[in-house]
């Protein structure tokens, strides 16, 4: 089993920056594919962007492609989102989430484990 706690949400300005973590515990981490979703009040979980297990490949959803970057460090167990040129409909709950499933999924319930949720909020 796999425990994902997230860190770095808060309040930031429109067009400001910011850094979501996601660390896990465990021995496999380097195994998972790792996933950040959001989910906005009264919206469905939202896929955001995917990492493969050795980080060469990754993808986003067209919403935050350009501004947004996901990363892993496998040796500190750790998945990142750096997350730029915010905008107020970034404002949501951000979850990790990881899978042993083939390639990136974008659907939430194709994750196996997930974080707690972070909360960040853009301000206009």
């Known amino acids: 089993q796999v425990q994902l706690v997230e860190s770095g949400g808060g309040l930031v300005q429109a067009g400001g920056s910011m850094r979501l973590s996601c660390a896990a515990s465990?021995?496999?981490?380097?195994?998972?594919?790792m996933g950040w979703f959001r989910q906005a009040p009264g919206k469905e979980r939202e896929f955001v962007a995917g990492?493969?297990?050795?980080?060469?490949?990754?993808y986003y959803a067209d919403s935050v492609k350009g501004r947004f970057t996901i990363s892993r460090d496998n040796a500190k167990n750790t998945v990142y989102l750096q997350m730029g040129s915010l905008k107020p409909e970034d404002t949501a709950d951000y979850y990790c989430?990881?899978?042993?499933?083939?390639?990136?999924?974008?659907?939430?319930?194709?994750?196996?484990?997930w974080g707690q949720g972070t909360q960040v909020t853009v301000t206009s």
């Open positions: 989430a990881s899978t042993r499933r083939i390639g990136i999924p974008r659907p939430p319930n194709e994750y196996d484990y």
């Open positions: 465990g021995r496999t981490f380097s195994t998972y594919t």
């Open positions: 990492i493969s297990r050795n980080a060469m490949m990754t």
